[in-house]
């Protein structure tokens, strides 16, 4: 035991007096938060301490997981649970009459990320630090995060998101471990005394990156690794000189112009300035975290040729791309490395996880803006790109077509996915599917030249949080049935399946969920004024708005269900309640167009008296983990509905199967293994295959119009998209929406991710979910059989998969 119920307790009264002036029974809820976060951080650092010396001592190799986002989630419960102290922090609160819940509520989310990505960031350190293995995930310290969804007469309003407002008592700033950043000037040749040539940046302007550390717990093993988020500061702070000539504004310049990198995660780019910030913000988290990272092994090590065996970068997506050519400039201009040496090094010491076919996301930076704000970086990757160049010719011979496919740099655009495949020696995708299209289809030509580079590895969740921490009930009920073993084995959950026919276990496990439906439901109510019913399907779809994502799809078989329901008020169907939650990109239009309609079917629905009892729609706004840790236990249908081949993996799909949802869905990412796992019966699928898709985009022959023409239901339900159904005051409103999906918006392609060719399917999917929900013992035993087959969806399955076949860590002692 790390410490006693009573030294517990009198270290929370003592910090509680400390640090608010207050007794614990007047302090609030948020004091009492800050006071237990202090008495639960005291014991980590102890054992945080502990693990870095033995870094040290065994001289280990470390991951470094370099990512724009990580998506954490509230620090407090997560801990407790891996400290095994989460029940006796409850049983101290309870015996001083304090509430629980309250307190940890209190906590906000860290404006960290996004969405999967960050999410999946932040299963990866769990499972890091759970397996022993060394890592540091390394990122930004936004101040206002992505922003704070608000939704203002059904329209996606964003401000700042400061998490940060009332304190940061879970990170420690290491100003010790600050370094300088450049952007700009010029780069000039300087001679030495062998001859040789140093490159110098000069007339430059320059940040420092500050760091601070937040604890990354592991379970039950007294292993705690670091997330270490840079933050900027200027180098100049304050200019007295000016403040003391009335020029305040002056005065405080620098530091205004350096904060701005790590304010906002993700600030709009339709302008020139915010793309330069976003590669500013890359640039400077990934020069901050490599400067570091080789000080620390210059320290104790001479031979640089031991820095693959010591160091891995992980580039988590191409966001950190700009590592391959930071790492050559360090090699190269400050450690003074050979070129031909300090590639070999880069190749080993660096690998890249693509997450995406999305053009969007595979980043291409103009070449003016990209030399201009990195010059020297700039001359490296030209170099990369001549080499690789004359390399492809060498192969292939000279064919202009291939090598501008492929080249680095081309059309007057970086394309840092293709430096992210030359620099490193591992490539994965992260589903099966996801995998084989990256061989076939998106990255094929890549993977013909570098064919043993490529992998896949099938993303995971930590059932720390996603089942341990987020339900509670079903996690005892698990424990009961077959031991504590699943929470560092997921693969254990088998054992559950044994009781998938039991007509008690059933009981009770339809009971958890059912309770976990009433506390969603009175959330909702509380926060949102809308009364649902617990006892109706929680049908959920919860993820980033985008239209491959398909929310549309969903709400257009509302409209048509409503619409049924209309003509039929007594249609036999099981009450549904729909529910969304996801961010829009603040400029992305079609996007923000699409929450606006949700809002508005919802409003129209829940006001109509003929179908409120058996129909209920709503939009849950700013979407976060604490959110999701409500949402996601209480859901009965996943709805996990992209267009095949679109979605590279998903990771909402697993916690919603870990939490015993049933998946309908496409096959597509990583629900194409859980078909696998759960098999047909226990698993909705429907629409084209990513086959399918793939070649209606090629044969470019798709006619949405079709389509249109011969379904009455759809074209009733796309009819109210103008006739003022929902938009009683302008019937253009959600024109824009009717257009893209039948002659499509700004030279794109009509219906550009097939949400009217899968219409007919999901329909008729739907219908199948309203059936076996009827058949409540039949429902019972596939969500139980969900939940036991789940184990494969473990990060620390994944993160082994990582540990072992790509990074060559040895687990920590």
């Known amino acids: 035991m790390l410490i006693s119920k009573e030294d517990l307790k009198e270290q929370l009264i003592e910090n509680v007096k400390t640090l608010s002036r ?43 997981y370099l990512s724009m986002e990580f998506l954490m989630g509230r ?5 407790l649970i891996n400290f095994s102290l989460y029940n006796q922090v409850k049983e101290v609160l309870e015996e001083l009459k304090i509430d629980f819940n309250l307190v940890e509520g209190s906590e906000r989310d860290p404006g960290l990320g996004n969405g999967g990505l960050g999410r999946l960031a932040a299963c990866f350190l769990d499972s890091l630090s759970t397996l022993n293995y060394p890592a540091y995930g390394c990122g930004i310290r936004y101040h206002y995060g992505i922003f704070e969804q608000s939704i203002v007469d059904g329209y996606q309003m964003e401000t700042g998101d400061n998490w940060l407002e009332s304190g940061d008592p879970w990170g420690i700033k290491r100003q010790e471990y600050s370094v300088e950043v450049k952007f700009g000037g ?60 009335g020029n305040f504004d002056k005065a405080v310049e620098d530091q205004n112009l350096a904060k701005v990198l790590s304010e906002v995660l993700y600030p709009a780019d339709e302008f020139v300035s915010g793309k330069e910030l976003r590669l500013k913000q890359q640039y400077f988290f990934i020069s901050a975290t490599l400067q ?31 590592a391959v050519a930071e790492l050559m400039r360090l090699l190269v201009d400050q450690y003074n490395v050979k070129w031909e040496d300090a590639w070999d090094i880069t190749i080993k010491t660096c690998a890249y996880t693509n997450h995406t076919i999305m053009s969007e996301a595979l980043e291409k930076w103009p070449i003016e803006l990209f030399s201009r704000l990195l010059p020297r970086i700039y001359m490296i990757v030209e170099e990369i790109n001549r080499r690789f ?47 084989e299209i990256l061989k076939t289809q998106a990255l094929k030509d890549f993977y013909d030249l570098y064919p043993n580079r490529f992998n896949n590895k099938t993303n995971g969740i930590t059932q720390r949080r996603w089942l341990a921490h987020c339900n509670p009930e079903l996690a005892k009920l698990v424990d009961d049935a077959i031991g504590g073993g699943w929470i560092t084995d997921l693969d254990k959950l088998r054992g559950v399946e044994k009781y998938a026919n039991d007509q008690a276990f059933q009981d009770k496990f339809m009971g958890i969920k059912h309770n976990n439906k009433i506390f969603l439901s009175n959330y909702i109510k509380s926060n949102l004024g809308i009364n649902i019913d617990p006892n109706s399907i929680f049908d959920v779809q919860v993820k980033r708005l985008h239209e491959y994502k398909r929310q549309l799809l969903n709400l257009l078989h509302i409209v048509n269900l409503y619409n049924q329901l209309k003509i039929n008020p007594g249609l036999n169907i099981e009450p549904r309640t729909f529910i969304f939650a996801g961010k829009a990109s603040a400029s992305y239009h079609m ?186 013992n039949k429902w ?11 184990g494969k969806f473990s990060s620390d399955r994944t993160i082994e998969q990582y540990a072992q076949e790509i990074w060559g860590l040895e687990k920590l002692r």
């Open 22 to 64: 207050k007794t614990i029974s007047n302090a609030t809820p948020e004091q009492v938060y800050e006071a237990l976060t202090f008495t639960i951080r005291d014991l980590i650092t102890d054992k945080w301490i502990e693990t870095h010396d033995r870094y040290m001592e065994t001289d280990c190799k470390i991951v470094y």
């Open 75 to 79: 620090f407090l419960g997560n801990s």
């Open 186 to 245: 010029h780069v000039e040749p300087q001679k030495n005394d062998d001859g040789t040539y140093t490159f110098v940046q000069k007339d430059y302007s320059s940040v420092i990156a500050v760091p601070y550390d937040y604890p990354v717990v592991g379970y039950n093993n007294n292993i705690v690794n670091t997330l270490r988020l840079w933050d900027a500061e200027a180098k100049n702070k304050f200019d007295l000189k000016s403040f003391n000539s």
């Open 292 to 322: 570091r990272v080789l000080k620390r092994f210059f320290e104790s090590h001479d031979d640089y040729r031991l820095i693959p065996e010591k160091i891995q970068f992980q580039l988590n997506d191409t966001h950190p791309s700009v």
């Open 389 to 435: 160049c004359a390399s492809l010719i060498e192969k292939y011979g000279n064919n202009p077509d291939k090598i501008r496919k492929m080249a680095i740099i081309a059309d007057g655009e970086i394309r840092m996915a293709h430096l992210a495949i030359a620099g490193s020696h591992s490539i994965n995708g992260v589903a099966q599917l996801h995998t």
């Open 591 to 776: 996007a923000k167009q699409i929450i606006k309609l949700i809002n508005n079917v919802a409003d129209t629905i829940n006001n109509d008296p003929f179908v409120s009892e058996k129909l209920k729609v709503v939009f849950m706004p700013n979407y976060r983990v604490s959110l999701a840790e409500i949402l996601i236990p209480a859901a009965d249908v996943s709805e996990q509905i992209s267009t095949a081949s679109k979605e590279a993996s998903g990771t909402g799909n697993m916690k919603f199967m870990l939490n015993g949802a049933l998946t309908l869905g496409t096959m597509d990412g990583a629900n194409v293994e859980i078909f696998e796992e759960v098999g047909e019966d226990n698993i909705f699928i429907f629409g084209l295959s990513a086959e399918e898709v793939i070649q209606k985009y090629k044969a470019n022959s798709y006619r949405p119009w079709d389509i249109y023409n011969m379904s009455h239901n759809l074209r009733m339900a796309l009819t109210m998209l103008i006739n003022g159904t929902f938009s009683l005051n302008n019937h253009d409103l959600f024109r824009d929406i009717y257009e893209s999906l039948l002659n499509g918006l700004n030279g794109a392609r009509a219906d550009e991710y097939f949400i009217l060719a899968d219409f007919d399917s999901y329909a008729k999917a739907q219908v199948k979910v309203n059936g076996a929900y009827k058949n409540k």
């Open 780 to 790: 019972a035993e596939s969500a139980i059989i969900n939940v036991a087959r789940s």
